[in-house]
């Protein structure tokens, strides 16, 4: 099982953003709380998503329960999965704007959207070559979130105590929904990972990924820059974690 916090932007103290030092832009994916789980085949995951718009004027939070099952066929794997998602008003303003008040950032306020549940289907597939894999995935929701499909390479090296996952690949996605679709677009992504393993049971992940973005624009208060990538940073803490990697961690 881990845990942790995932975020768009670093704002290192409380002077970065008026100096126009921000990695990412503070919209689209704000922050994320993200708990997850494995035993044996089965897969249990659970988001708490905030999402903001400076540019359109509105904002969501997004609750995400995955659920996935791992089968192997020799060297080849496959995970089929099911989610249920729920987006409505459910405190993200609020904490949000305790980290703004807490930096001396100004606050966003904007309307929230209308609520809505939807389901989404999918699985991936992927071959283990040892240190390398190829994975191929694909998404198809109900509603709230685009169809997509992802085809990446991915790299991972560890020992007792430490490990490191690079990912690089190409999403592509096949339809479009509303307060969705205006943020993402199809193109390359990369990511890096380092794993901690202390004591042989507790983890510590801290990785970065960077995937294609559109209409996504910095705080007007410091710049109107737009962004054709978005970053997201993450750190979690997790018992017995240690092969949780980035396309594990990440729910775009």
């Known amino acids: 099982i881990t845990s942790g916090f995932l975020n768009d932007n670093y704002t290192g103290s409380t002077e970065n953003g ?16 993200f708990v997850k789980s494995k035993s044996d085949n089965l ?53 949000q704007n305790l980290i703004h008040d807490f930096k001396d950032l100004p606050l966003l306020v904007e309307d929230y959207t209308s609520s809505e ?19 191929m995935s694909i998404y198809l929701p109900t509603s709230i979130k685009p169809a997509s499909g992802l085809l990446c390479g991915e790299l991972y090296l560890k020992n007792n105590f430490i490990g490191l996952n690079l990912v ?52 007007p208060s410091y710049y109107n820059k737009n962004h054709d990538y978005s970053p997201q940073f993450w750190v979690s803490l997790g018992l017995n974690g240690m092969d949780f990697r980035i396309l594990d961690i990440v729910n775009i």
Do not use: W
Not at 189 to 203: A, E, K, S
């Open 168 to 219: 690089g690949g190409y999403k592509q996605y096949f339809s479009k929904v509303d307060e969705y679709s205006d943020f993402v677009r199809s193109g390359f992504l990369f990511g890096g990972q380092t794993m901690l393993n202390i004591m042989g049971h507790f983890t510590i992940n801290a990785g970065a990924f960077f995937f294609p973005v559109k209409n996504i624009e910095n705080d």
């Open 117 to 135: 549940l939807g389901a989404g289907f999918g699985g991936t597939g992927y071959i283990d070559l040892g240190i390398s894999r190829a994975i």
């Open 18 to 33: 008026e100096r126009g030092r921000y990695i990412g832009a503070d919209d689209f994916l704000t922050f994320s709380l």
């Open 43 to 95: 897969g249990i995951a659970q988001y708490y998503q905030v999402v903001t718009s400076r540019k359109f004027h509105y904002r969501y939070d997004l609750i995400t329960t995955n659920i996935t099952y791992e089968k192997s066929i020799n060297d080849f794997i496959f995970i089929p999965s099911i989610e249920l998602l729920y987006k409505s008003s459910l405190g993200g303003e609020y904490i």
